[in-house]
């Protein structure tokens, strides 16, 4: 695999980036509990074999240009696993971030053969690519991240462009293309639910 192009930047994206063809986003936090745990850091690509890797000192949220990117409506936000991404960046950033497509979705409505929809199952099966999830449980809030955290955290958005044109393919092959979409229209009120305390609750089970 050849090396990603990775971009360092302190506290938000440097201003005039676009993304043409939809950008792929992650976050790393200090956990799995957005109250709690905090955002240390956002990665985005657009599909081009760089990664912007944004990384954030305790309590300094201003961002501007990344916020107006998460919410430009004219910008689609590529995730896997949006639900959790999605709410961290409406906790600390106050943005509700949309449009969004979401590969972990777009692989249980598709997939219906394996319950394997994890980036790592999804990135090797579909695409024949290795990634190392070990980093995944380090600490993000480094003042100074390591060379493998930042190889780590830029695989995490640099094949969601591949995976949503093979889960695309797939979603049309099954016919749940329009279930899909208005699934992802959903997801900020998902992520909603989960930040106002309606996490391990389903309000439409019986
Ligand atoms: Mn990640």
């Known amino acids: 695999m050849t090396a990603p192009n990775i971009k360092l930047h302190k506290g938000d994206l440097p201003a005039g980036l676009t993304f043409p063809n939809g950008v792929a986003i992650d976050t790393e936090t200090l956990g799995l509990k957005p109250h709690r745990d905090r955002l240390c850091l956002v990665q985005l690509s657009g599909g081009d074999g760089t990664a912007h890797l944004v990384k954030f000192d305790a309590r300094?949220?201003?961002?501007?240009?990344?916020k107006a990117l998460l919410a430009d409506q004219n910008t689609l936000k590529i995730f896997h696993f949006a639900r959790f991404d999605v709410a961290v960046l409406e906790q600390y950033l106050g943005v509700v971030t949309t449009p969004v497509y979401c590969t972990k979705i777009a692989s249980k409505l598709s997939r219906t053969y394996t319950d394997r929809h994890g980036l790592k199952d999804l990135v090797g099966e579909l695409l024949g690519i290795e990634i190392s999830k070990q980093q995944q449980s380090s600490d993000w809030a480094a003042a100074e991240l390591s060379d493998s955290q930042k190889s780590y955290a830029a695989h995490d958005v640099l094949h969601l462009h591949a995976l949503k044109s093979k889960l695309d393919m797939m979603l049309a092959r099954e016919g749940r293309e329009e279930l899909a979409d208005k699934a992802f229209?959903?997801?900020?009120?998902?992520?909603?639910?989960?930040?106002?305390?309606?996490?391990e609750d389903d309000i439409f089970a019986h």
């Not at 300094?60 to 990344?66: Q, R, S």
């Not at 229209?185 to 996490?199: H, M, N, Q, S």
Request: aromatic share 14%.
């Open 60 to 66: 300094t949220y201003e961002a501007p240009n990344l």
């Open 185 to 199: 229209k959903f997801l900020p009120t998902r992520a909603r639910l989960d930040l106002v305390g309606f996490e």
